[in-house]
């Protein structure tokens, strides 16, 4: 798809795209379809469906007043390709935005990307959630923490939380099943020093759309002992009877 292209889909789906930013995408989707053809880093291999459910999904956080704010820094973990933390990234280039990673690999691709589109306030890590999240350069660091389709509730929090200053929050992009993992989360949120927020439906135009993202505000330091070691979280997430 060519920058125009992208553009006026953005904009018939109800987000701004500003004529730079359509034409950082274009390349953007490029190297995604070509580097996709020796490594993992998306199913979805048609552009309008790639536009779509990873570009315009990580920009409906701009369409909430405040989820993102004016200025400050956002880790996105566990990023993937990039979703929704490059795109923010590209989006919003007074935001700090570090991506977080386990898998190398992943990451010499979103390095290729941030200097194609010139992107200059993305940080790269490589590491495991639950290991960086021990460190004091990233640990209560953040504005914001945000993960898209990494985990249940409970264990993203596990993951996020910790990433997050008091203030701060994290952003969870979920489907509608988030509904049901609610309790759990709440529970994991209060271990953790957060509170969950009322889930936000996100909107495309035209489009059957059924996702939100769930704030979750941190309202105190998360205690040391979280998160526990790399694996543990998911093997017992919080908020499940036996895992605390």
């Not at 405040?66 to 973990?77: A, R």
């Not at 390095?111 to 194609?116: D, F, L, M, R, T």
């Not at 936000?200 to 941190?218: F, N, S």
Request: aromatic fraction near 4%; hydrophobic fraction near 45%; proline fraction near 6%.
């Amino acid at each position: 798809m060519r920058a125009a292209e992208i553009r006026e889909r953005l904009q018939t789906l109800g987000l701004s795209c500003g004529e730079s930013l359509a034409e950082q995408l274009e390349c953007y989707l490029r190297l995604l379809l070509e580097w996709n053809q020796r490594m993992d880093l998306t199913a979805v291999t048609e552009e309008p469906e790639i536009l779509e459910r990873h570009f315009a999904d990580s920009l409906t956080a701009l369409q909430v007043p405040g989820m993102i704010p004016e200025t400050g820094s956002l880790i996105d973990v566990g990023t993937g390709a990039g979703f929704p933390g490059m795109v923010l990234a590209l989006a919003r280039p007074d935001l700090r935005v570090t991506l977080l990673d386990a898998l190398g690999k992943r990451l010499d691709f979103l390095a290729a990307v941030a200097e194609a589109v010139g992107a200059r306030n993305v940080t790269l890590v490589h590491a495991r959630a639950e290991d960086a999240a021990r460190q004091p350069a990233h640990r209560g660091q953040y504005d914001r923490a945000a993960a898209r389709a990494v985990a249940q509730l409970p264990v993203l929090l596990e993951y996020l939380l910790p990433y997050v200053r008091i203030g701060g929050a994290a952003l969870c992009w979920k489907g509608p099943s988030v509904l049901q993992e609610l309790e759990a989360g709440r529970r994991a949120a209060h271990l953790l020093g957060g509170s969950l927020q009322e889930p936000v439906r996100t909107e495309l135009r035209g489009l059957a759309w059924d996702h939100l993202i769930l704030p979750v505000e941190k309202k105190q330091k998360t205690p040391s002992a979280y998160p526990r070691k790399a694996g543990t979280p998911n093997r017992q997430p919080l908020g499940v009877k036996g895992s605390e």
